[in-house]
C-alpha cells in the first residue's frame, strides 16, 4: 500500500478518535440520579464534570430560586458555604457531593449548578438521595434455615409454617415463593406480611400450602426482588421433605464390611435430580443427615468425614465401628421418587483370627493332657460384633465326653469384645483315652465371621483313670 495511502488512513483513525472522546465527553457530564446512601455512612452524590470548569454550587433543594447554596468551588478551586464549614458536606476534585453522616433529612433532591467558563450561561443538574439501610441478614431468610447460606432442608409437616423474610430494610423489598420444576420455576400461593418503624421495613412471606406438591421432595424457591443491591444473595432455596414416607416397608438389604474397608451404598435411580439420605438405629428412627441436589450450584449439605457423595451414591471410606446404622435413601429424578434401605454392621475379626485355647502353644491344633475334675478355658480377643462360644465334641455327638458348668465371661473396651468360656470335662466312655473337642462361636451374630472354630485333643491322664475306677469300683468292694 503506498505511504500516501497510509497517512490519510491514520489520519482518519485519529479525527474518529477525537470524535469518539467528544462524543464521550459530553455523555460523561452529568449527574448520576437516583443516588443511593446508607444511613449512618459517608454518602457521595457521584457527578461527571470537565476537569476545567470554573466553578460550581450546591444546594439541598429542586427549588433554588432565592436559596442558599450548601457548599461551593468558586473560581480558585477554593471551597466554602455553610455545609462544608460544618463538616456536613465536602466536595471531591471532580465536583461530587460528599455526605458525612447520611441521615433521613438527606433524602431530598439535590440540585447543582456548573459554570464551564465565566461566559457560558450554567447548566443545571439534579439527583434524587433516597436513604437505603441494609437488612439485618445478606439473604433472604427462610424459618428453620437462619444459620444456613444460599440453601437448606426443611422436614416439613402439616403444623409447620414455611416462612421467609427479610428484616429491617429500607426501602421494603418484595419477596415471593415459587417452586421448582428443573425446567422452569411456578410462583405458588403464599400469604404476604409488611411491618415499619420509623427508618425500615420487614417483609415476610408464608408458604400457604406446600402440601399441593405431589413429590415428598420438592425445592421452593425464596426470591428477593433487589434492584438496589442491598443483598449480598437474592434468592434462597429450600429443599422440603414431606417425609410421608412409611420406611418399614422397604425392603432392608444387609451390608457386611470389615473395620478399615470401604463401603458404597447406591441409590436406586441412576441420575437422581434430588438425592436425601437418612441415618438412624432402625428404619423406625431415621434422621436426615445429607442431602444433595446436583443440578442445583452449592445446593449440597455439608458431608461428614470420610463420607464421599457423588451420583447420588454414598461411600464411606475407612468404615469403622462408629459407622453402623440404617441407611436409607429417598431420590427424586423429577419424574417419580425411589427408596433404598441398607443395613450396615462392621466386623472385627479377633486377634488371632480364631478361638484360643488355654494350654496350647501357638498354631491352632494341639493336644492337652487333662486330669480327673480338670478344666477347658478358649478364648476370643478384640472382636466385633460380640458372640458366644461353645464346646463340644467332634464331630458333635461322637464321644462319651460331657462338658459341664460352662461359664462364659465378657469384657467389652472400645466396643471390641474379649469372650471366655471355661468349663468342666467329664468321661463317660473309659474304652477310650483321647478325644476331639471344638470351641466354636455361636450365636446370630456368628454367620457374619468366619474361622471361628478350633479343634483340639484332649488325653486321659492315668491319675485320673485311677480315681475313676476307684470311685465306681473300690466303693462297691
Not at 173 to 181: D, H, K, L, V
Amino acid at each position: 500500500m503506498p505511504l500516501k495511502c497510509l497517512r490519510i488512513m491514520e489520519m482518519l483513525l485519529l479525527w474518529y478518535f477525537i470524535t469518539c472522546l467528544e462524543v464521550y465527553g459530553e455523555r460523561a457530564e452529568t449527574c448520576y440520579s437516583p443516588a443511593y446512601l446508607e444511613l449512618g455512612k459517608t454518602g457521595t452524590i457521584q457527578c461527571s464534570f470537565p476537569e476545567r470548569f470554573h466553578s460550581l454550587v450546591w444546594y439541598d433543594t429542586d427549588d433554588i430560586s432565592g436559596k442558599t447554596a450548601i457548599i461551593a468551588y468558586d473560581e480558585l478551586r477554593e471551597k466554602n458555604g455553610p455545609g462544608y464549614s460544618t463538616g456536613e458536606f465536602d466536595l471531591q476534585p471532580n465536583g461530587s457531593l460528599i455526605i458525612r453522616n447520611v441521615s433521613i433529612e438527606h433524602e431530598t433532591t439535590f440540585t447543582v449548578t456548573l459554570f464551564r467558563t465565566p461566559q457560558q450561561l450554567p447548566q443545571h443538574y439534579q439527583v434524587h438521595v433516597e436513604i437505603v439501610v441494609k437488612p439485618l441478614r445478606s439473604q433472604p431468610v427462610v424459618s428453620s434455615c437462619e444459620n444456613t447460606l444460599g440453601s437448606c432442608y426443611i422436614e416439613w409437616t402439616h403444623l409447620l409454617d414455611v416462612s421467609c423474610q427479610i428484616e429491617h430494610s429500607r426501602p421494603a423489598i418484595n419477596i415471593t415463593w415459587s417452586r421448582r420444576s428443573f425446567s422452569s420455576d411456578e410462583i405458588v400461593p403464599f400469604r404476604h406480611e409488611t411491618s415499619s418503624d420509623a427508618t425500615t421495613h420487614t417483609t415476610a412471606v408464608m408458604i400457604q400450602n406446600p402440601s399441593m406438591c405431589q413429590t415428598n421432595l420438592s425445592i421452593y424457591i425464596c426470591r428477593a426482588d433487589d434492584p438496589i443491591g442491598l443483598l449480598e444473595r437474592s434468592e434462597t432455596s429450600v429443599l422440603l421433605d414431606k417425609k410421608d414416607i412409611d420406611w418399614s416397608k422397604i425392603p432392608v438389604i444387609e451390608i457386611l464390611r470389615e473395620r478399615n474397608s470401604n463401603v458404597r451404598l447406591t441409590c436406586s435411580q441412576k441420575s437422581p435430580r434430588i438425592v436425601v439420605w437418612k441415618k438412624g438405629e432402625s428404619v423406625n428412627d431415621l434422621v436426615t443427615t445429607v442431602y444433595d441436589v446436583p443440578a442445583e450450584d452449592n445446593f449440597r449439605s455439608p458431608v461428614p468425614d470420610r463420607w464421599k457423595l457423588e451420583a447420588g451414591s454414598l461411600t464411606i471410606q475407612k468404615v469403622q465401628i462408629i459407622d453402623e446404622s440404617t441407611y436409607a435413601c429417598h431420590s427424586y429424578d423429577g419424574k417419580v421418587e425411589a427408596f433404598s434401605v441398607y443395613q450396615l454392621k462392621v466386623i472385627v475379626y479377633p486377634s488371632p483370627v480364631y478361638p484360643v485355647i488355654e494350654g496350647c502353644p501357638s498354631g491352632r491344633y494341639c493336644v492337652l493332657e487333662k486330669d480327673y475334675n480338670d478344666t477347658i478355658t478358649c478364648a476370643l480377643r478384640g472382636i466385633h460384633p460380640r458372640v458366644d462360644l461353645e464346646l463340644q465334641s467332634f464331630p458333635p455327638g461322637s464321644s462319651e465326653i460331657s462338658i459341664t458348668n460352662p461359664r462364659l465371661t465378657i469384657l467389652v473396651s472400645n466396643d471390641l469384645s474379649d469372650v471366655t468360656l471355661t468349663a468342666e470335662l467329664e468321661f463317660g466312655d473309659m474304652s477310650s483315652t483321647r478325644h476331639t473337642l471344638e470351641c466354636i462361636g455361636t450365636g446370630e451374630n456368628a454367620r457374619m465371621l468366619t474361622t471361628l472354630s478350633t479343634k483340639f485333643e484332649v488325653i486321659m491322664t492315668g491319675s485320673y483313670v485311677s480315681v475313676f475306677i476307684c470311685e465306681y469300683i473300690c466303693v462297691y468292694v
